[in-house]
T-cell receptor
Framework: GAGVSQSPRYKVAKRGQDVALRCDPI?????LFWYQQALGQGPEFLTYFQNEAQLDKSGLPSDRFFAERPEGSVSTLKIQRTQQEDSAVYLC??????????????FGSGTRLTVV | KNQVEQSPQSLIILEGKNCTLQCNYTVSPFSNLRWYKQDTGRGPVSLTI?????NTKSNGRYTATLDADTKQSSLHITASQLSDSASYICVVPSGTYKYIFGTGTRLKVLA
């Protein structure tokens, strides 16, 4: 596609519910990133995929967070047993090259998750 | 610890006025610094990229400066417009793929 597409745009979940957030990167982009942006804060790194390989998941805040990119294109970020502190905007970004190539990210518009 | 700090946290100016946003970073090793604009409800969009050897770069009404010795960057907006109202985020790569984002400056331009 022309840009990075994320869905849903908004998600309200009851505490304890599982959620799945989807990211469609730009076609052909090798790298895919997930960031978490709390209200009034800058985005914070969650995880990085190069094609289907998850090279870095050091930013995932707990084992309730799980991300996958099984075919090297679409990615899903899953949060199990959501907690109120999970409320944030989840940004997906993609980049044409792999590690070491600074061609920059293109961000999606994000999914705003509110846990009530 | 790799950090990016921005000031001011928020800023309100009248349409047509100029403003300057500041960014200090402690990320090492340093390769480049980027300024992003984030409209409400949207993802960040790149404004400019400053490499180690660049001191000043302009993109329309936006001019970024970089002092690699003092590890400071600024973003100057000239003749502000209502559409400039957004968050401006300073970003420095850490390692080969990870970005360290500042907390941003929220700019509001009033008519």
């Amino acid at each position: 596609g022309a840009g990075v597409s994320q869905s849903p745009r908004y998600k309200v979940a009851k505490r304890g519910q599982d959620v799945a957030l989807r990211c469609d990167p730009i076609s052909g982009h090798v790298s895919l990133f997930w960031y978490q942006q709390a209200l009034g804060q800058g985005p914070e790194f969650l995880t990085y995929f190069q094609n289907e390989a998850q090279l870095d998941k050091s930013g995932l805040p707990s084992d309730r967070f799980f991300a996958e990119r099984p075919e090297g294109s679409v990615s899903t970020l899953k949060i199990q047993r959501t907690q109120q502190e999970d409320s944030a905007v989840y940004l997906c970004a993609s980049s044409l090259g792999g590690t070491g190539t600074w061609d920059g990210y293109t961000f999606g518009s994000g999914t705003r998750l509110t846990v009530v | 610890k790799n950090q990016v700090e921005q000031s001011p946290q928020s800023l309100i100016i009248l349409e047509g006025k100029n403003c300057t946003l500041q960014c200090n970073y402690t990320v090492s090793p340093f390769s480049n610094l980027r300024w992003y604009k984030q409209d409400t409800g949207r993802g960040p969009v790149s404004l400019t990229i400053m490499t180690f050897s660049e001191n000043t770069k302009s993109n329309g009404r936006y001019t970024a400066t970089l002092d690699a010795d003092t590890k400071q960057s600024s973003l100057h907006i000239t003749a502000s417009q209502l559409s400039d109202s957004a968050s401006y985020i300073c970003v420095v790569p850490s390692g080969t793929y990870k970005y360290i984002f500042g907390t941003g400056t929220r700019l509001k331009v009033l008519a």
